[in-house]
């Protein structure tokens, strides 16, 4: 298999991410920000499970001094790992991250709600970042076009990587190359064929940008794990991808040995020690979406179950609902572990309804716009329960919630 070649991007002083490199795994803290202790210790122990570059969420202004703080008692214990500021709604706090941190992660649905302003304000985030030294990820996602976004281009893999391909030429005519770029969505088909596309136009443009490649709101556990092997090695397997998330509703460390698995898998030297279900779903999964196959061959000996779970996650067979649950992070708003396990169990009977269980109210809503139904964290022990997009009710005591849902959906 032959590795795209894109050009490299620097991360920091120690990074490079593209050009035909490794494959760089990374993950994202899901403390809160403002609580550097936390945070500080979060990230020394994800470097020390292998990650290679951290993305903390900061919701604002008021959080960049707490950003600013544990770079530097991470620097200071040592621990020089490039952070990405991980950024929504505001575009003041994007440029403000730009010289505190390695990169910053801003999401061209959400950067400023008006388009013309919106070009404005990334320049102006490009120059920031060049006098820095700063990596930029263009990072959209499926859930969270932004209107300007669907009304300009629509709401398909196409319209994800047409829409990309602006803020790209943005970067161009600015003469600004160090841009890492992705198009994550929750449902695999949509991801792989995004991705596709964009890798056509970029090459159709001249300048190809390394690839960071994710399912979003994968869920947890066992399916978690699988649907994000799934739709990464579709794209991994024909040399498309330069860095990595897997995303779990699970304590970010144990993201990084499955993105870490699936790195390897496709590295010349092969995982040391092999995962029989993660082999499956990076074997069969792929041909399973693109319609290579319509099953997994009997001989395979990949037990029902499993491949009951590889089927869906490569959106073939649902035998279960679909759940949407976003890995939680500094913006979470209650125990979403707890709550997604509890959802899992009690709607596990509604075969092929979509469910989202997300983590906060500035983000959840956008991103599960693919959801049947939603549950969605306020803050403060209450919740919001959504249908088709649209909250049906708000301000829910926790205790009663998941029992609300129920009810609503009948
Ligand atoms: S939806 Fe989840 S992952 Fe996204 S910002 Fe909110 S809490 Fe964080």
Not at 104 to 120: T, Y
Not at 324 to 333: D, K, L, N, Q, S
């Amino acid at each position: 298999m032959e590795r795209l070649k894109t050009i490299e991007v620097r991360i920091g002083d120690g990074l490079v991410i593209g050009g035909g490199r490794p494959v760089v795994v990374q993950t994202m803290c899901n403390t809160h920000t403002s609580d550097v202790d936390a945070t500080v210790t979060q990230c020394l122990e994800l470097a020390a499970a292998g990650a290679q570059m951290i993305r903390v969420t900061v919701p604002g202004l008021q959080d960049v001094p707490a950003l600013r703080e544990i770079r530097s008692r991470l620097n200071d214990a040592g621990c020089h790992i490039p952070l990405v500021a991980d950024i929504h709604f505001s575009s003041d706090t994007a440029v403000a991250c730009a010289s505190v941190v390695e990169k910053v992660r801003i999401n061209p649905g959400n950067f400023h709600p008006d388009h013309q302003k919106a070009r404005q304000k990334f320049a102006e985030f490009l120059e920031v970042c060049r006098e820095h030294g700063t990596a930029v990820r263009v990072g959209l996602n499926h859930g969270s076009l932004g209107k300007y976004i669907t009304d300009l281009y629509g709401n398909t893999p196409q319209a994800m990587a047409l829409a990309a391909m602006e803020w790209l030429q943005m970067c161009i005519d600015a003469s600004f190359f160090n841009v890492v770029v992705s198009l994550k969505a929750s449902n695999t088909v949509v991801m792989v064929q995004a991705y596709r596309e964009l890798v056509r136009l970029m090459k159709e443009s001249g300048v190809l940008f390394p690839l960071h490649l994710g399912v979003t709101e994968a869920g947890n556990g066992e399916s978690g794990r699988i649907k994000s092997c799934v739709g990464i090695a579709s794209l991994l397997r024909e040399g498309i991808g330069d860095t990595i998330r897997v995303s779990l509703t699970e304590t970010p460390v144990n993201e990084l040995p499955v993105a870490a698995y699936l790195a390897d898998y496709f590295s010349d030297a092969g995982p040391s020690v092999r995962n029989p279900m993660l082999d499956a779903a990076i074997k069969w999964g792929p041909m399973l979406l693109d319609r290579e196959i319509d099953a997994i061959p009997e001989s395979a000996g990949v037990d029902p179950h499993l491949e009951d779970e590889i089927m869906q996650a490569a959106r073939r067979r649902f035998y279960r609902p679909e759940y949407i649950a976003c890995p939680g992070c500094g913006r979470t708003m209650y125990n979403m572990e707890e709550t997604f396990e509890q959802v899992k169990r009690r709607t596990s009977h509604l075969k092929g309804m979509v469910i989202a269980v997300m983590g906060c109210i500035v983000n959840g809503p956008g991103e599960m716009a693919d959801a049947d139904w939603g549950y969605v964290g306020e803050g403060g022990g209450r919740v919001s329960i959504y249908h088709k997009g649209e909250p049906v009710l708000r301000h829910v005591p926790d205790s009663e919630a998941i029992d609300k849902l129920l009810e609503l959906i009948g």
